[in-house]
């Protein structure tokens, strides 16, 4: 890629994560503001429905609809199916309007902080995430890559280059100050390094890079009927990027008996009581701490 030549900005992937939603609305009213000199930068509410209902979804999670088999099946009629084909349409399949870049904005109830989640390891990807991290040192990176394109089912499967900016911890439909504004500068501060990308202004900032990159999902304790018996250990709770070691706590049941964490080696637990993963069986996710050379 020599040239980026139009940048999407997403928001509203879920529809009760107002962060993005209410980013894209405010560059539609100021487009000056993600205006670079080289690019066309464009905008997207990609869940418009799910948005006014205050939701994650209508029928499905519209961020796990973008695999490519699914696309290409005209038996997938639901709601978010049928917006991830018309998303597909408007920012990948017409060559005059195909997006080179996706900025995916998203937020989270667990203490994520600033998190960048990469789905390749794409050169740029890659340099633009070192630069963002030594931007702004609360940036993290979360590597979540996939064997191929084709199996990847979030928005960024559209396109090659370009990843989601996940802020929180945040309560589902509300806005907070602090975050939106934390958002707002990570995108100029994308918009800024495409231009400089275009310009061939951009220098290797920071050449080490520390990536958390993605093992496994845990799930909470149930029982054989699929209830629920115990929750993060207060221990654990809002500790998102921090070593969880083997014999630490990582569940308390409700009769108070810790559950410790078993595993062989040292890991670091991400999206920690997430509040949309409840439905997905999920308590958090274990990422390993690496430091790498770009």
Aim: contains cysteine.
């Amino acid at each position: 890629m020599n040239q980026i030549n139009r940048v999407a900005i997403v928001g509203g992937t879920h529809g009760n994560e107002f962060t993005g939603a209410y980013l894209i609305q405010k560059f539609a009213q100021f487009p000056d503001l993600i205006t670079r000199p080289s690019f066309e930068t464009v905008t997207l509410l990609a869940n418009p429905n799910a948005f006014a209902a205050g939701r994650r979804y209508v029928e499905k999670d519209l961020n796990r609809c973008f695999i490519k088999q699914d696309l290409q099946d005209p038996t997938l009629n639901s709601y978010e199916e049928l917006q991830a084909k018309s998303i597909q349409n408007t920012l990948a399949s017409n060559a005059d309007k195909q997006v080179d870049f996706i900025l995916d904005l998203h937020s989270s109830t667990a203490n994520m902080g600033l998190t960048i989640i990469l789905v390749n390891s794409h050169p740029l990807n890659l340099k633009l995430a070192a630069y963002l991290s030594h931007v702004s040192p609360l940036v993290r990176i979360y590597r979540c890559s996939f064997k191929s394109i084709e199996e990847n089912p979030f928005v960024n499967s559209l396109c090659e280059l370009g990843f989601a900016i996940e802020v929180g911890p945040i309560a589902q439909g509300i806005l907070k100050a602090t975050l939106f504004q934390e958002t707002e500068e990570l995108v100029y501060a994308v918009l800024d390094y495409l231009e400089k990308f275009n310009q061939g202004q951009t220098s290797s900032i920071n050449q080490m890079l520390i990536l958390y990159d993605h093992l496994s999902v845990v799930d909470y304790p149930k029982k054989q009927d699929g209830t629920i018996f115990g929750m993060i250990h207060p221990e654990l709770q809002d500790n998102d990027y921090q070593a969880l070691n083997p014999g630490d706590p990582i569940f308390i049941t409700f009769d108070d008996k810790t559950i410790i964490y078993e595993g062989k080696s040292t890991v670091w637990p991400i999206f920690i009581n997430e509040a949309a993963y409840y439905e997905k069986g999920i308590a958090m996710c274990l990422t390993q701490k690496q430091q790498i050379n770009i």
